[in-house]
Nanobody
């Protein structure tokens, strides 16, 4: 069982920045692909970003590309989401998740699908005021 704990959320004005962290248990963190998702009130969970186990390959949703950056520290078993130029529409609960392991996929769109992630954190609230 993998446990994930997000932190770093809060209230920020539009144009501001936040850095989210996701601490992960388990010795195999360095082999995990990781993702960030978000869910706003009344909306479905939405893909934000994905990072490969090495940290070299990254995928972003169009809505955050150029503003958000995903990274990881395998020695600390932690994945980060740096969020800059925040907008009110970024307001949501942000979740980190561990991508399904044990298989490779030629279709990289699977990295954007919540049903391909096996473990989830409890989320951290981000609120952006206008």
């Amino acid at each position: 069982q993998v446990q994930l704990v997000e932190s770093g959320g809060g209230l920020v004005q539009a144009g501001g920045s936040l850095r989210l962290s996701c601490a992960t248990s388990g010795r195999a963190f360095g082999s995990y692909r990781m993702g960030w998702f978000r869910q706003a009130p009344g909306k479905e969970r939405e893909f934000v970003a994905h990072i490969s186990s090495s940290g070299i390959s990254k995928v972003y949703s169009d809505s955050v590309k150029g503003r958000f950056s995903i990274s990881r520290d395998n020695a600390m078993s932690t994945v980060y989401l740096q969020m800059n130029s925040l907008k009110p529409e970024d307001t949501a609960v942000y979740y980190c998740a561990v991508f399904r392991s044990g298989a490779t996929y030629s279709d990289t769109s699977v990295y954007t699908r919540a049903d391909y992630y096996d473990y989830w954190g409890q989320g951290t609230q981000v609120a952006v005021s206008s």
